[in-house]
């Protein structure tokens, strides 16, 4: 079974400023994705960046970005110039590419990030 | 907005009371899936769907069943509540391998 692990339970960070939420997992997988979603005070889950397994680069989305590590089964959130609007909590997810369990995600414990003015 | 759509919004109920939780994909998604977010538990998957049949399911209770239906759309039908079940339902749909989320459905058993 794949689990996933958030170790931060809370981060803060100042407007502009760049922060960095961590993510580790484990899996005996070889193809599977991996994702951060957001979810604000709204209680909506956003999916905020998504990464292949297979794919050697790392996913950027305007201002978020990934440092995926495949060896050491790592995925971490970077978070540059933060905004008020940021101001969430963050899970990390994974997901198989295929199998009975393809498309099933399992989240990490979540990290909660305040931006303060 | 996602495009997937979850009624009721919010449901106050009595243990030992059943409910039904609807769910709407977004339009030419076949996969639905539901997942269960309490504090204790954190965000759990409970049961996945493809264009009608039971695809995955995750730790999801006896007294938990879903279904989804030729059109597309799930429900989600809670029996016998407990205390314990109170949580934020959500229901996401996917084409491929990327999911969306709906806004939810709030539970509380008292």
């Known amino acids: 079974a794949q689990t996933v692990t958030q170790s931060q339970p809370e981060m803060s960070v100042q407007e502009a400023e760049t922060v960095t939420l961590s993510c580790t997992y484990d899996t005996s997988e070889n193809n599977y994705y991996l994702f951060w979603y957001k979810q604000p005070p709204s209680r909506q889950m956003i999916l905020v960046i998504r990464q292949e397994a297979y794919k050697q680069q790392n996913a950027t989305e305007n201002r978020f970005s990934v440092n995926f590590q495949k060896a050491a089964k790592s995925f971490s959130l970077k978070i540059s110039d933060s905004q008020l609007g940021d101001t969430a909590m963050y899970f990390c997810?994974?997901?198989?590419?295929?199998?009975?369990?393809?498309?099933?995600?399992?989240f990490g414990q979540g990290t909660i990030l305040t931006v303060h003015p | 907005d996602s495009g997937v759509t979850q009624t009721p919004k919010h449901l106050i109920t009595a243990t030992g009371q059943r409910v039904t939780l609807r769910c709407s994909p977004r339009?030419?998604?076949?996969?639905v899936y539901w997942y269960q977010q309490s504090l204790d538990q954190g965000l759990q998957f409970l049961i996945q769907?493809?264009?009608?049949?039971?695809?995955a399911k995750g730790n999801i209770l006896e007294r938990f069943s879903a279904q989804q239906f030729p059109d597309l759309h799930s429900e989600l039908n809670l029996s016998s509540l407990e205390l314990g079940d109170s949580a934020l339902y959500f229901c996401a749909s996917s084409l491929y391998n990327e999911q969306f989320f709906g806004p939810g459905t709030r539970l509380t058993v008292l």
């Open positions: 769907y493809y264009n009608g049949e039971e695809r």
């Open positions: 339009s030419g998604d076949l996969s």
């Open positions: 997810a994974f997901s198989q590419a295929g199998g009975t369990s393809y498309g099933k995600l399992t």
